[in-house]
């Protein structure tokens, strides 16, 4: 079965490292559907890649195979892995990028490889080398497992999680979008059945309940977005600027 090849990395848009990514895949498959998801993650941040992964699965509706590469620890004794999960692929280091789309998937419909690192491979451009034509493949068809060797599970970001204490979960910002709206590690699903009825971050601020973008007042109110994440926005403008939470800062939820 094909499927689109998305990529996700940090490596922006000034170099030429991205299209060199896209080079790789179609070196690999001439005829592959290849789509730029984000080449904007923050350098280095692995958290907010998460989240664009488990955004794009759903709007995918989970028939993809991505090319995730957001790696600071290229060339060291870090895993290259592949994950398969119930029709979503995943290709890149593991380093926590599937936190999200590895945890929300069931344990029977997941799988693990780890990758050989062909030793031609540059030590500081595995996305090329290694990453982008395994996803190639695995987009045309191929089973991850014969890309690699059954392996463990992948590394998951602690901090990518909610922690409950009684009525309060505890998060953080994982991404701040380019509206400037600040989403967060706290879900739909860590609510559950509760209510959420206070949201306050770092110096005491708290933001108001609200539905829509629109019902948000002078200040800041907090929503769940399209993909599931409490984030805390402004109605013009960054939420930072009115007061709302900077990336990866710790917020607090209280429910009833």
Request: proline share 5%; glycine share 10%; charged share 20%.
């Amino acid at each position: 079965m094909r499927r689109p090849l998305v990529f996700v990395t940090d490596y922006g848009r000034d170099d030429s490292y991205a299209a060199a990514l896209v080079a790789a895949a179609w070196r690999t498959e001439p005829h592959l559907q290849c789509i730029d998801g984000t080449h904007g993650v923050p350098p280095g941040d692995a958290l907010a890649a998460a989240y664009h992964l488990k955004a794009l699965a759903l709007a995918f509706d989970n028939l993809v195979v991505f090319c995730a590469v957001v790696d600071p620890g290229v060339g060291t004794s870090r895993r290259a892995i592949a994950v398969e999960l119930d029709g979503v692929a995943c290709v890149g280091p593991d380093n926590g990028l599937v936190s999200y789309i590895w945890e929300e998937t069931p344990p029977g419909l997941r799988r693990c490889v780890e990758l050989m690192v062909p030793e031609v491979a540059s030590s500081t451009f595995h996305g090329r080398d290694v990453f982008a034509p395994t996803a190639a493949r695995v987009a045309a068809g191929t089973m991850i497992e014969d890309t690699g060797e059954p392996a463990g599970d992948p590394m998951v970001l602690g901090e990518a999680f909610a922690r409950r204490e009684l009525s309060t979960l505890h998060g953080r910002v994982a991404v701040v979008d380019h509206f400037g709206n600040a989403i967060t590690t706290i879900r739909d699903i860590d609510v559950a059945d509760s209510r959420v009825v206070r949201v306050s971050w770092d110096g005491g601020e708290t933001a108001t309940v609200v539905n829509t973008y629109e019902e948000i007042g002078d200040g800041v109110g907090a929503l769940f977005g399209s993909a599931g994440h409490l984030e805390v926005a402004a109605r013009r403008g960054p939420a930072s600027a009115h007061g709302g939470p900077a990336g990866h800062q710790d917020v607090t939820v209280e429910t009833l």
